[in-house]
């Protein structure tokens, strides 16, 4: 294991996005989110004042992954504990199963009216501030409420909205919004999102109740009845965060936590609870080209469809979730069940899924220097999200409820007041008891697999947080729309020797880009002790658009 405080550190794998300070750190999938951030860092806030500031910021400049129109995940370490935050919203008092067949639906859509659920976001940034922000609430939306004036198309936002054209149509709500000339934006070219600035003026003014209790509620419900979605004022005004508690599992001496059900978070543990039943590679196998084991490599993607089987199983709201159905997925035992039933040598029959593919996610980190850290991550799930987008307040909806099971057997059924199986899948890694790094990574279902990747890369093979997040990554993944988990990507980076052994066991190898976004953008800060201080380093994703920052 890599020694966080050497004083003659290896070189690392990759030319490093590395940043460095003594007094916080920020990371996200856009520098001028993640400069926003810094900025209320700079000004006195503390780690929870810059995590919001930098997802406001990120709600404009990344729109198509995440907004207010989404839900987020939080866990945050106050220098003495670490609290959970569960911001997702719950479908409609409205939503049963019988209406939603009554409305002609045979499965639930990736897409439209039925797929909004209340959006969650929002509510825990206001609740977070609340119980441990320092600056004034209007101070950490105003870096957003200025880039909704005015911020440069970047390659990133082009491509995504391009390629939202094709789904949402033209002449769409979303298109009155994001794509308003009837044309491809320009490079550098100024992108305004007026309403979207308004809005956040109002909550800035009001505070974040307006969006469910006050005149943004008000307009939130008039539009969405309008486009058919069962959610009503009622919903909004009943929604609530969750304080949690973490859920956590030892990997080689070290603790790894994420956030509980109906987060995610459970199934990446138990991903790592069936890695470290085998031995893994040595860390000189670990280099540019990825991992230069076939069989970790392959064993890491049969046990991750076993985890993902277990995922539709067991994971939905916590308070829908079958009795024992936690402490199974966190188990050390159940972690050498699954490990005993892979086959080291041969690929073994994946189960289809019930639940969609896919998803757009941002995940960003805060620390500061009274010792805070954030691990946050928010989503409007499927790109811009459910295609509903209301010009007046310019906030896209979430199509989370996509992940309900029109099946009443199933434990993730569609159900009044019930919050989904979530993707999202926040991280923090302990070592001796107090925070190490901090980490997380967009990427729909795959989560999971890129959060074991990255902290097998820097507990196992030793990396440093820069090369961890940019060596090449694998993935297991569906054919189609609730297929099977059968195919398995390999970024192109990877060697050709690494696919044809693992071919040989029986992969069906797809190769996606070099440094393509599909495999997740993950972003890390880790936390160095020098003595009876301690500093930054952070990097982020070079899939992303994102750029560390540190003061």
């Known amino acids: 294991m890599a020694q966080a405080d050497s004083r003659t550190p290896a070189p690392p794998l990759v030319p490093p996005l590395l940043a460095r300070g003594l007094r916080g750190a920020v990371v996200s999938p856009h520098h001028l989110a993640s400069q926003a951030g810094l900025g209320i860092l700079r000004a006195g806030g503390n780690a929870v004042d810059a995590a919001i500031a930098t997802n406001v910021a990120l709600s404009v400049v990344s729109s198509y992954m995440c907004g207010l129109g989404g839900d987020a995940f939080w866990l945050i370490w106050d220098g003495r504990r670490l609290h959970g935050l569960n911001g997702s919203g719950r479908a409609s008092r409205n939503a049963t199963i019988d209406a939603a067949t009554a409305r002609g639906l045979e499965r639930m859509p990736l897409r439209g009216p039925w797929t909004v659920t209340v959006p969650g976001a929002i509510r825990s940034w206001g609740d977070a501030h609340v119980r441990f922000g320092r600056l004034p609430w209007p ?21 995504s909205v391009e390629r939202a054209a094709g789904t949402y149509g033209t002449e769409s709500d979303w298109a009155a919004v994001f794509r308003p000339h009837g044309r491809s934006w320009v490079p550098g070219e100024r992108v305004e999102l007026r309403g979207l600035g308004a809005t956040l003026e109002r909550l800035a003014g009001e505070g974040a109740d307006d969006a469910y209790r006050g005149q943004l509620a008000t307009q939130a419900v008039e539009y969405l009845r309008s486009r058919g979605s069962p959610l009503d004022a009622e919903d909004l005004a009943r929604h609530s965060s969750d304080w949690t508690e973490p859920v956590a599992t030892d990997y080689r001496g070290l603790r790894a936590t994420s956030h509980a059900p109906n987060s995610s978070g459970p199934v990446a543990l138990e991903l790592l609870n ?58 050390a035992r159940h972690g050498a069940e699954l490990a005993s039933r892979l086959d080291p040598e041969r690929v073994l029959p994946a189960r289809p899924s019930p639940l969609p593919a896919g998803g757009g996610t941002v995940y960003l980190a805060t620390t500061d220097r009274w010792g805070g850290a954030v691990s946050l991550i928010e989503s409007n799930y499927a790109g811009f999200g459910s295609g509903l987008v209301d010009a007046r307040t310019g906030i896209a909806y979430q199509n989370r409820g996509a992940f309900f099971v029109l099946d009443p057997s199933h434990r993730n059924a569609l159900a009044p007041h019930k919050r989904t199986m979530h993707t999202l899948t926040p991280g923090m890694l302990f070592r001796d008891g107090q925070p190490w790094i901090v980490h997380g990574s967009m990427g729909g279902e795959i989560q999971p697999q890129v959060f074991a990747q990255f902290v097998s890369a820097v507990v196992d093979g030793g990396l440093d947080i820069a090369s961890a997040l940019a060596l090449p990554r694998w993935a297991a993944d569906v054919e189609e729309h609730h297929g099977p988990p059968v195919v398995t990507h390999l970024e192109r980076r990877m060697r050709d020797a690494l696919a044809r052994d693992l071919a040989s066991r029986g992969h069906r190898i797809e190769w996606g880009g070099a440094f393509d976004s599909g495999f997740g953008h993950a972003h890390a800060i880790e936390i160095v002790p020098d003595g009876a201080s301690t500093s930054f380093a952070a990097a982020t994703d070079p899939r992303s658009e994102g750029l560390p920052a540190g003061w």
């Open 139 to 159: 101070d950490l939306l105003a870096p957003a409420i200025e880039l909704a004036r005015g911020f440069p198309a970047s390659d990133g936002w082009i491509r």
């Open 274 to 331: 069936v890695l470290a039943r085998f031995e893994p590679p040595p860390p000189g196998a670990f280099g540019p080209a990825g991992i230069d084991e076939a069989r970790w490599v392959h064993l890491a993607l049969e046990a991750a469809r076993l985890c993902m089987a277990d995922r539709d199983t067991y994971l939905t709201d916590p308070d829908s979730m079958e009795a024992g159905a936690l402490e199974l997925l966190l188990a």
